[in-house]
């Protein structure tokens, strides 16, 4: 009995195995000369809720929001393009404490992306797909408004700004 039980945990285990590792991730998908606005939204970690944050309480909770009008415009717009091209999803189905969102927008202000981070960047959901978030996104959006709302122009490149999170740590 023993015997036929470890050869069909055996196969259960692989097939497990497998399904994970075919999970793969999936990309931004938006054209970076589409972006005209970028909105950053951010509700602080400190803050406590009763339930996690989904991104449609995100949108409605937030307590800080920085708007890029004309962001290919901005020194912003220096790493963006590449940022968005590298930036994915690896499917999880995990639900996520959203604290962080970067809301693209196009020229007629119609939302082209929508993503979604948790308080420490690497998970949340990238226009409805939730999951593990690769490509440097977060950091960008933390970095650029850190740097505005600490009196630095909008056309000082943000590699020349010490990053912190611009949010209150008190």
Not at 95 to 115: E, N, S, W
Request: hydrophobic share 40%; with cysteine.
């Amino acid at each position: 009995m023993k015997n036929a039980f470890a050869p069909a945990l055996l196969v259960l285990v692989l097939t497990i195995l497998s399904t994970a590792q075919t999970q793969t991730a999936k990309p931004l998908s938006v054209a970076p000369e589409q972006v005209q606005r970028v909105e950053i939204l951010y509700f602080p970690e400190r803050v406590l809720v009763r339930a996690a944050l989904s991104p449609e309480r995100l949108e409605q909770l937030y307590r800080y929001k920085l708007e890029i009008r004309d962001v290919r415009e901005s020194a912003e717009w220096q790493r963006l393009p590449s940022l968005l091209r590298e930036t994915s999803v690896k499917p999880s189905g995990h639900a996520y404490d959203h604290r962080t969102a970067v809301l693209l927008f196009d020229k007629d202000g119609r939302r082209i992306a929508a993503v979604y981070f948790d308080q420490f960047g690497t998970g949340g959901t990238i226009n409805g797909e939730s999951g593990t978030i690769s490509g440097g996104i977060y950091r960008w959006a933390t970095c650029s408004s850190s740097a505005l709302s600490r009196g630095y122009s909008s056309t000082t490149p943000v590699s020349l700004v010490p990053c912190v999170h611009f949010y209150d740590h008190s």
